[in-house]
């Protein structure tokens, strides 16, 4: 099953490549994986989203609390949260295509946020699956380029991921 | 600049000192040398200069393995760095605490290519529990006591600390911290009580109960307290290979080593018992085989260990205890001592049980009255050191046969590489041992393909008295290698037979020391009597035995057979 996880971990040189590389060597998958500063100058925050068994994505928990530099992490899964990717697209917008580019952006919500004769550049959020949804909305041969962030995830209401 | 400042190299010494280390093993180069200016003027640890990196950290490892403290290493940048890779990624399998201290190029020179970089800390990540470069003069003496902290509590392992050169001559002042806390670290002490409220109910409710004691109880300096436990619960009790020594082997309840190389009647138990207590050991591939064959019995599984991902890894755990192995001990014992005991009768049926395999005798062998069986060299070494020796091994037929047929009633005697299987660690874990028991025996039992991949410590031991005793099991063959071809490749020995074979006797005396090659069965209680006489206790003994070549290691459980499919020396 897709599991998000979140976790905290100090904002050294390195800590990337500690989880990164924990991935790699033990066999894990990761789907996406985006890493930021926090607030907190001291921490960063990292979300990976994965997939595995129950007993493996077990195994990641433990073995990410292992890792020195991390300080706290949280399966997102064990309960309520939001979840938000933004992909930048640029599809074609000749006469051909224009309108129809248009009304899917609309569709979903997306922005065009910049433009040229021949084609706009359209910023849309939401779920990866949401993501995923517009591209197979709209004609392949129309897209020109596209870049995702990767999954961002926060638990819902009281669920709350801090030092 | 303040008067009180000192160099950081001097910083480096200083930490050291405040650590209490005693030996420091090493070896110079470029990056270090203002490390090794300052080594050389102090004299509160001894610098024990080895001939290869490798053997610096296996030697470090062993000094830790043999005494719980902390081995300490420093090599130079990049292929003094590689070299001790090896050494590092050991300790890492078999949770050794250690610090290993490595130089590195200039700061300004890093990730120019300079002469002598490799990026140690990368190279090394995944075989460290933590790793530092440290970037700044100010940050060595908190760093080195973050080291030997993180090295040294919760699962303990080999942690790495990098120091570039100009941070070794800039100058600071030397302060050291006095404990360190890290927000992101908190190693879990206490055991949760309910659980084990409920494992101690179950072991003294079962039919079947059995004890699997692994390297935590040795690492974790617990064996008193399960001694303690095993004996006033009565159950049987087997240990892995790492956890050898940690429950005494001349008593009653101990039913052998378990595993690929186990005793009949220890994995048999294992497979069949209801109720499994294992305490510090991990499920590996080498100890219960076949995790889906192993589980086709149904039995309660009560797991302590301190490391939660060790828990239910391999194998789903019903009972899982988070702790240190003391702790958690003086809890089950302490919960124990409220108890009345009433006599568990079942438990007398269980041991008959165990006396049928016992009966078995899966550790006989035929002497030969030509030919020197390995089985009867430890054997005889047991005899002659009264089984209170440190046995160092490589890795190989002679490391199963050490711990086969070398009984230890005591922790911390049996020092191998267990997890990575390193060949090569037999000489320089004898040279750590030593150092950190010097009047007490100490032997290395070894092969003749082991024992060259580190040949050149013979060196180093000449120039610290160490008067190890060698015993290479010389089969001429890469034994172990050579039983799996004959076993599972149609008797195609490719590139097993060691071709070219030194004189290891004029070998020995080249070095310096004595050697002795024994040929005869008739001369292999006089030989070892010999080495371990008075007359030779300040000298090194390499005694080169000519065994039987084809002698196999029974029992075997295939690879990825389970614990109930054994092969013994009779179904050949
Ligand atoms: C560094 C290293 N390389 C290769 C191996 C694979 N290996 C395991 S046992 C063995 C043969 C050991 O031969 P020897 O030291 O003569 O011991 P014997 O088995 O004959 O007792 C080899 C090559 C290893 N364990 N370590």
Redesign the interface.
């Known amino acids: 099953m897709r599991h998000i996880i979140s976790l905290l971990m100090e904002n050294e040189s390195g800590a990337l490549s500690r989880v990164s590389g924990l991935f790699s060597a033990r066999g894990y998958n990761i789907e996406s994986l985006t890493v930021a500063p926090t607030e907190d100058a001291s921490l960063s925050r990292m979300t990976i989203v994965t997939s595995g068994s129950d007993e493996i994505i077990e195994q990641i928990i433990k073995q990410l609390n292992k890792l020195i530099d991390v300080v706290k992490v949280l399966d997102l899964n064990d309960g309520k949260f939001i979840e938000r990717e933004l992909m930048i697209v640029k599809v074609k917008a000749n006469a051909q295509y224009r309108d129809e580019m248009k009304r899917m952006c609309d569709i979903f919500r997306g922005r065009i946020i910049d433009v040229s004769d021949s084609s706009f550049t359209i910023e849309i959020t939401g779920s990866s699956s949401k993501l995923d949804a517009y591209i197979e909305s709209i004609d392949k041969a129309a897209i020109l380029e596209t870049v995702r962030t990767g999954a961002s995830g926060i638990g819902r209401g009281d669920r709350i991921l801090k030092v | 600049m303040n008067s009180n400042h000192i160099s950081g190299a001097e910083i480096v010494i200083r930490c050291l000192h405040e650590e209490k280390v005693k030996f420091v093993f090493g070896y110079p180069g470029g990056a270090v040398l203002n490390i090794y200016d300052a080594v050389f003027q102090q004299n509160k640890f001894k610098h024990v200069l080895v001939r290869h990196e490798q053997a610096a950290v296996h030697a470090a490892d062993a000094y830790s393995r043999s005494t719980g403290k902390v081995g300490v290493a420093l090599v130079t940048s990049g292929p003094g760095a590689t070299n001790a890779v090896t050494g590092i990624a050991t300790a890492y399998m078999d949770s050794i605490p250690m610090v290993i201290i490595s130089g590195q190029v200039p700061t300004y020179a890093i990730g120019q290519d300079a002469f002598q970089e490799c990026d140690t800390?990368?190279i090394t990540?995944?075989c460290v529990?933590?790793n530092f470069?440290v970037k700044d003069v100010k940050d060595i003496a908190s760093t080195i006591k973050k080291a030997f902290y993180?090295a040294s509590s919760g699962r303990p392992g080999p942690v790495l600390v990098d120091i570039p050169k100009d941070i070794t001559a800039e100058k600071y002042e030397f302060n050291y911290p006095k404990s360190v806390h890290?927000?992101?670290?908190n190693p879990i002490i206490k055991g949760h009580s309910g659980q084990i409220k409920k494992a101690l109910s179950l072991l003294l409710n079962a039919k079947k109960p059995m004890i699997y004691s692994g390297g935590g109880v040795v690492l974790g300096d617990a064996s008193s307290q399960l001694t303690k436990f095993v004996r006033a619960i009565g159950a049987p009790i087997t240990s892995t290979l790492m956890g050898l020594g940690g429950f005494p082997a001349s008593d009653k309840q101990f039913l052998g080593m378990l595993g690929m190389h186990g005793t009949y009647e220890a994995n048999m138990a294992m497979q069949e018992c209801d109720v499994l207590l294992a305490v510090g050991a991990r499920f590996d591939d080498r100890v219960i085989g076949n995790p889906e064959h192993f589980l086709s019995k149904p039995r309660t599984i009560i797991h302590i260990d301190i490391?939660?991902?060790s828990i239910?890894?391999r194998v789903?755990i019903d009972i899982p205890i988070v702790g240190h192995v003391i702790s958690v001990l003086t809890d089950l014992n302490d919960l124990l001592s409220k108890e009345k005991i009433k006599q568990n009768i079942s438990l007398k049926h269980w041991f008959k049980e165990i006396d049928q395999w016992r009966s078995t005798n899966c550790l006989s062998f035929k002497n030969d009255k030509k030919l020197i069986k390995p089985q009867f060299v430890v054997q005889t070494l047991h005899q002659v050191t009264k089984g209170d020796a440190f046995i160092t091994s490589d890795v190989g037929q002679h490391q199963m046969w050490a711990a086969q047929y070398y009984p230890f009633d005591k922790p911390r005697r049996w020092i191998n590489s267990g997890g990575l299987g390193t060949m090569g660690v037999g000489l320089p874990y004898a040279m750590g041992t030593q150092l950190a028991h010097p009047d007490a025996m100490v032997a290395c039992v070894t092969g003749e393909a082991s024992i060259q991949m580190c040949i050149q410590e013979l060196s180093t031991c000449k120039q610290f008295h160490l008067p190890i005793k060698i015993v290479n099991l010389n089969n001429r063959y890469m034994g172990m290698v050579r039983q799996w071809q004959e076993f599972f490749y149609g008797n195609r020995y490719a590139e097993s037979y060691m071709e070219a074979l030194p004189d290891f006797v004029k070998l020995a005396e080249a070095y310096g020391h004595v050697g002795m090659k024994i040929e005869k069965p008739s001369d292999v209680e006089p030989a070892l009597k010999e080495a371990f006489s008075n007359k030779l206790k300040e000298r090194l003994v390499f005694m080169d035995f000519i065994t039987d070549q084809k002698e196999n290691v029974f029992p075997m459980i295939p690879n990825g057979k389970g614990l109930s499919e054994m092969i013994t020396a009779e179904d050949l």
């Open positions: 800390v990368g990540r995944p529990k933590h470069l993180v890290l927000r992101s670290y490391d939660p991902s239910s890894k789903k």
